[in-house]
């Protein structure tokens, strides 16, 4: 299963490639997944109405994992391990990696400089 970053949806959405290209495949074949934590970033960052509409959309479209309490306990550990060697990457993208690797998915993100900082976090690099 592909989990989609909030950074390749935001291109997504504005149409840049390659992630344009890349989440509309993915959708097609019906492997693609965001987080509760993307979609909450997606919601939240949406200003117009049309940015607004095309998130509801695309999230209609786009089912997400959740934060629950096992994802939530890796999520812990994510950020405690990264934070005992002084390279912490934020709550959200730890939550985001803690909801992936419970899940057993791999994450597609152009954001490959935190999340290969993470242990075990299978990466879909997506160049910018």
Do not use: C, W, Y
């Amino acid at each position: 299963m592909t989990v989609a970053d909030t950074d390749v949806l935001t291109d997504f959405l504005a149409g840049a490639e390659p992630a344009a290209g890349r989440v509309g495949q993915e959708l097609e074949h019906g492997d693609l997944r965001t987080t509760v934590i993307t979609r909450f970033e997606l919601l939240a960052g949406a200003r117009s109405k049309r940015q607004k509409a095309a998130v509801r959309d695309l999230l209609a479209a786009l089912p997400a994992l959740p934060l629950d309490e096992a994802a939530a306990d890796r999520a812990a550990g994510v950020r405690l391990a990264l934070e005992s060697h002084g390279a912490p990457i934020g709550m959200a993208d730890s939550l985001i990696a803690g909801i992936v690797l419970h899940n057993g998915g791999t994450l597609l993100t152009r954001n490959v400089r935190h999340f290969q900082r993470v242990e075990g976090l299978a990466l879909l690099p997506l160049p910018s």
